[in-house]
């Protein structure tokens, strides 16, 4: 009986070192399988709820004003190089020059501001347009349009 309970213990032994790993590792690799299903899923959420679209137009917004913030630098740049370069102010509004020149020049000159300006009501544009015949310089002027539209 001593030999048959040696062979029993050795069959208990070699099944905690080989059965119990295997269990294991089916359940860790089952727990994986199930955490990469998880992660590899999207999340379940309302694409076209109102918050998500008002997010979506908030980044819209955030990227438009961007854009026109490195129009207006690079505007800035270009007319401080031609200050350099004439040694006098760039941009001077000849006389006689209409509201309607000025935003054909604006729209030229910088598409996304006159989109901006394009929104604005038609006193708020009269009011760029008499900046623009004060300053004579386009960069401020875009630099107000910019100011305006975000309500600075």
């Not at 004579?136 to 002027?141: L, Q």
């Amino acid at each position: 009986m001593a030999t048959v309970i040696s062979i029993s213990a050795i069959l208990v032994q070699n099944y905690r070192e080989e059965i119990m790993p295997l269990r294991q590792m089916t359940v860790f690799g089952a727990a994986v399988l199930l955490a990469g299903l998880l992660l590899a899923a999207p999340p379940a959420t309302a694409n076209d709820d109102a918050y998500t679209r008002e997010i979506r137009a908030e980044g819209e917004k955030t990227e438009r004003l961007d854009r026109a913030r490195e129009e207006i630098r690079r505007s800035e740049e270009q007319e401080r190089a031609r200050e350099n370069k004439d040694n006098k102010t760039a941009g001077p509004a000849p006389a006689g020059k209409t509201q309607e020149d000025f935003e054909k020049l604006l729209r030229k000159d910088s598409p996304a501001s006159y989109r901006f300006y394009a929104d604005f009501t038609p006193e708020r544009r009269s009011g760029i347009f008499k900046l623009y015949l004060k300053e004579k310089r386009m960069s401020v002027v875009k630099r107000k349009i910019v100011d305006t539209y975000l309500g600075i």
